[in-house]
């Protein structure tokens, strides 16, 4: 008996019956017939028609909305979709990553038994993440060894960030909105500019930092929203999940005390229910001894390069 021709399943029924399938974006090549040969096992993969791929092993490093340190046989658009909509375990929102050397070690963690067992699912599938830590990954994480930074809207399109340096003008004492992302999660208002804040924040000095952090900056007209906010006391939170009343009066008191150089606004940081659109310049890995800055394209050169990301941040 030969092999019938191969069926195309709705998407839709696809997410209901198997999460995460590679390569296939509008639906899934499968069969019926059991004398039908399966997919090749092992480190390659034999799609329909008998091509034969192999899959290159990655190392990702999960930044929001938690922290980890994964393996995975998907390449990072790809990645960042079955984090969204793929994975049984279901979430919905943004996901920062970043990918990592795989050839990177350090003792801390466990990556050659990992890597070890990266391997494609008895059906041909590529694994899809294979869990290294989850505990203080940022802070064992060299620098160096951070390649390029991906951010992802709820619909799964995926925007690439190279390094780069950081040539942004400050002007001094402006107060600005900082959102820590890892492994502290909160907004803080402070007028140091975006570098000063980073040896503020891992300073080992401070009671609210860490060794390692990696965090952005909201964009808000300071001016503006205290000229609003005097004529329209019932204006809507600028900032998700920061009452207006508080970011005003939190303002003030900075204004007010000039030895002050910064203030908590929130024990969390609400950038899952903030548009990528309103971030300023870029992310940033601080450290006391290093940084590895990240800038974002203008919305002009997103839209050109990726329109659907571009549409949907």
């Excluded at 929001?64 to 990072?76: D, E, I």
């Excluded at 820590?180 to 975006?194: A, K, Q, R």
């Excluded at 060794?211 to 300071?222: G, N, R, S």
Aim: glycine fraction near 6%; include cysteine.
């Amino acid at each position: 008996m030969s092999c019938p021709q191969w069926t195309l399943i709705n998407k839709h029924h696809l997410s209901e019956k198997i999460k995460g399938f590679y390569k296939f974006n509008l639906g899934f090549l499968s069969i019926d017939n059991p004398v039908c040969p399966p997919f090749n096992g092992g480190d390659t993969n034999r799609y329909p028609g008998g091509t034969t791929m192999a899959f290159d092993n990655h190392l990702y490093m999960i930044l929001f909305p938690n922290t980890a340190l994964v393996g995975s046989q998907l390449p990072p658009p790809e990645f960042g979709k079955h984090f969204i909509s793929g994975s049984s375990k279901y979430y919905a929102g943004k996901l920062i990553f970043a990918e990592v050397d795989v050839a990177f070690r350090n003792p801390y963690f466990k990556i050659d038994e990992v890597m070890e067992d990266l391997k494609p699912h008895e059906d041909g599938r590529p694994k899809s993440t294979k869990y290294v830590a989850t505990y203080r990954v940022l802070e064992h994480v060299d620098f160096d060894a951070i390649k390029n930074l991906y951010i992802t809207t709820p619909e799964g399109y995926t925007l690439e960030l190279a390094s780069g340096p950081y040539e942004a003008h400050h002007q001094p004492g402006f107060i600005r909105i900082f959102g820590e992302i890892t492994p502290v999660s909160m907004m803080v208002l402070s007028d140091y500019n975006f570098l000063e804040f980073s040896k503020y924040i891992t300073n080992p000095e401070s009671f609210v930092g860490a060794p390692k952090m990696f965090y952005t900056q909201i964009d808000l007209d300071i001016e503006e929203f205290l000229k609003e906010i005097q004529t329209n006391p019932l204006l809507q939170p600028p900032i998700p999940d920061i009452h207006p009343a508080v970011l005003r009066d939190s303002i003030l008191e900075m204004r007010k005390f000039k030895d002050k150089h910064t203030k908590g606004l929130s024990l969390n940081n609400p950038l899952g229910k903030i548009s990528f659109r309103n971030l300023r310049h870029g992310f940033m890995f601080a450290s006391q001894d290093k940084n590895k800055f990240y800038p974002l394209p203008s919305l002009e050169e997103i839209e050109k390069t990726n329109y659907k990301f571009w549409k949907t941040m």
